[in-house]
């Protein structure tokens, strides 16, 4: 167990739907970061939140959205879904912000 | 922006030693090491540093040419469970709010 935990492990849903992320950090960790992996490619990085604010955004698409809650959590909404977003999306937390990072376990979406 | 990994992919017999560059067109701040297994999250391994600072795993050692911008990774003695594919991250300003990742090295360990 890494500590940083995301929900739900697997989804599977149809086209033009809409679905939530979930991602509860390590303890102490004020940076959260989401990143998606779709087969066999690597790491695309899609946003970033320290302490509550949004810090980075990456190539996101307008359909996909984030917050970082009072309790640290953050959420990844995903909406008007189509096959092309079926992939692996890993939510990371870091101490710092040039600290080392540590991966949730990762949600794995199927669009059918 | 995307750092270059070279090789894109390596086979090895259990014992023998690997080398993996990671590659940058700018200037970077730091350099950070992932091992991703099969389905599996990507864990940390090691942090380099603009101006030497290391931090990171005893059986894995890095270097980072701030002049080359250029970071390899070294792994010695080949074990089983080094099987995976291997990121690296970079982030071009201290306190930078992301890594971008090069796009993998596959390694395969053979008994």
């Known amino acids: 167990d890494s500590g940083v935990t995301q929900t739900p492990k697997h989804l599977i849903t149809a086209t033009g739907q809409r679905v939530t992320l979930r991602c509860s950090p390590r303890?102490?960790?004020?940076?959260v970061y989401w990143y998606q992996q779709s087969l066999d490619q690597g790491l695309q990085f899609l946003i970033q939140?320290?302490?509550?604010?949004?810090?980075a955004k990456g190539n996101i698409l307008e359909r996909f959205s984030a917050q970082q809650f009072p309790d640290l959590h953050s959420e990844l909404n995903l909406s008007s879904l189509e096959l092309g977003d079926s992939a692996l999306y890993f939510c990371?937390?870091?101490?710092?912000?040039?600290?080392?990072?540590?991966f949730g376990s990762g949600t794995r979406l199927t669009v059918v | 922006q995307q750092p270059v990994q070279s090789p894109q992919a390596v086979i090895l017999r259990e014992g023998e030693d690997a080398v993996i560059n990671c590659s940058s067109s700018?200037?970077?701040?730091?350099v950070h090491w992932y091992r991703q297994k099969h389905g599996e999250a990507p864990v940390f391994l090691m942090i380099?540093?603009?101006?030497?600072e290391q931090k990171g795993h005893d059986k894995i050692s890095a270097s980072f040419n701030e002049k080359k911008q250029q970071s390899s990774l070294y792994l010695t003695a080949s074990q089983l469970s080094y099987s995976g594919t291997y990121f690296c991250?970079?982030?071009?300003?201290?306190?930078?709010?992301?890594?971008?990742f090069g796009q993998g090295t596959r390694l395969t360990i053979n008994p």
């Open positions: 990371a937390s870091s101490v710092v912000q040039a600290g080392g990072y540590t």
């Open positions: 303890s102490g960790d004020l940076s």
């Open positions: 939140y320290y302490n509550g604010e949004e810090r």
């Open positions: 700018k200037a970077l701040y730091s």
């Open positions: 380099l540093l603009k101006g030497g």
């Open positions: 991250g970079t982030a071009r300003i201290q306190g930078a709010q992301k890594l971008v």
